[in-house]
Every structure is written in C-alpha cells, then in structure tokens.
T-cell receptor
Framework: QQQVKQSPQSLIVQKGGIPIINCAYENTAFDYFPWYQQFPGKGPALLIAIRPDVSEKKEGRFTISFNKSAKQFSLHIMDSQPGDSATYFCAASGSFGNEKLTFGTGTRLTIIP | NAGVTQTPKFQVLKTGQSMTLQCAQDMNHNSMYWYRQDPGMGLRLIYY???????DKGEVPNGYNVSRLNKREFSLRLESAAPSQTSVYFCASCPGDSRNTEAFFGQGTRLTVV
C-alpha cells in the first residue's frame, strides 16, 4: 500500500514561476518529512526537511508547508530556474531509531526558459 | 570523502543468473538501506540494516538477500534474477541517531535482466 501519495506526476513551469508539489501521508506515526531532489543519472539528495512542530520551513528559494491536521505537506520553489529541473520526491519516516524512509512516487519538474 | 559508493554502475544479467550489488559508506553511519527505483513507483525499500549485525525486510524483499558485512558495507544479492528485477538500485546510509536523520544515497546501479 502506498503510504505517501505525491502529485502531480509531472510539472512544466516557466522560469520565474512557482511550482508546487503536494504530498499526503496516512501514517500518523510519521514525524519527519524530507524532500529529495534527483538529477538524471544521480542518486537522490536531501533538499529540505520539516518536522511537525512547525507549519513552514524555508531554505533559500525552497519552502515546505506542512498541515498536520490534513496530513499533507507541499514543496514550493520560488523564482524557479532551469537548473531546478529534476525529479522531486517527498518522503516520510518515523521516530528516532526508525528512520527508514517511505517515498512518494516522484514529480518530474521541467522549468522552461 | 566518497560518501556512499556502489558497484557496479551498470549490469546486464540473463534470467536465472545471480549477482551481488556492493555498497560501502565512509561516514561511520549506523543505518544502511537498499531501495529500487522504477518509473512511476518512486523508491521502494528492499531491505535495511539499522546497525551492524542486523537486517530487516522492507516493502519489496522477495527475490533478494542482504548481508551487513561490517559497519561500512551492505551488499544486496539476487540469487536467480528475473526480468521483474530490472530496475535502478540505490544504496543509502543514515547516521541512525536522534540528532540527524538525513539519508545519503549512492549513484545507483542500473540493472537489466534479459
């Protein structure tokens, strides 16, 4: 069963636009929600992560919004650039000592000049 | 600092052949993982090892075995490869402590079973 649902599957945005990728989870034991970025031929790399004690986290142009009651979280990319074109995965994991990540199905993002 | 190193990078197997995918990390991490990545399905956990000497099944363990050889190395074995195991395999490691839960991934092994 898929415990983390991610949408959309693909997204095309013009440079400077704000792509938004959404994820929803089912397991209320999850308390760590990272986003990973993957370029072709490479392994995923951590982009930004949030824990449920805050509703928003910003790092540079990347923002995670978190809604604990709805069990949803999303990634926003401000002032998107062609170099942001990649596949983005949301993920979730449990408490300390049980860090195995459950991933969403991924979003292929293309930023057109 | 190499991080997580996987070998080989590419492999073609015939149905029924066996092989071992190697993974080593130099970050002194406690936890290690094997994922497979398939189009439209994200990354699915095959097996993981929370610490040296322990291994546990993940979401899709059938057809695979693992060995946590020591703290650095975690190998994945396909005893009798099947076309359904055609995939990109990623090894990852994580500190496995309460302060840092970031997972670091290798570059992947692209496996084709014909």
């Amino acid at each position: 069963q898929q415990q983390v649902k991610q949408s959309p599957q693909s997204l095309i945005v013009q440079k400077g636009g704000i792509p938004i990728i959404n994820c929803a989870y089912e397991n209320t034991a999850f308390d760590y929600f990272p986003w990973y970025q993957q370029f072709p031929g490479k392994g995923p790399a951590l982009l930004i992560a949030i824990r449920p004690d805050v509703s928003e986290k910003k790092e540079g142009r990347f923002t995670i919004s978190f809604n604990k009651s709805a069990k949803q979280f999303s990634l926003h990319i401000m002032d998107s650039q062609p170099g942001d074109s990649a596949t983005y995965f949301c993920a979730a994991s449990g408490s300390f000592g049980n860090e195995k990540l459950t991933f969403g199905t991924g979003t292929r993002l293309t930023i057109i000049p | 600092n190499a991080g997580v190193t996987q070998t080989p990078k590419f492999q073609v197997l015939k149905t029924g052949q066996s092989m071992t995918l190697q993974c080593a990390q130099d970050m002194n991490h406690n936890s290690m993982y094997w994922y497979r990545q398939d189009p439209g399905m994200g990354l699915r956990l095959i097996y993981y090892s929370a610490s040296e000497g322990t291994t546990d099944k993940g979401e899709v363990p059938n057809g695979y075995n693992v060995s946590r050889l020591n703290k650095r190395e975690f190998s994945l074995r396909l005893e009798s490869a099947a076309p359904s195991q055609t995939s990109v395999y990623f090894c990852a490691s994580c500190p496995g402590d309460s302060r840092n839960t970031e997972a670091f991934f290798g570059q992947g092994t692209r496996l084709t079973v014909v």
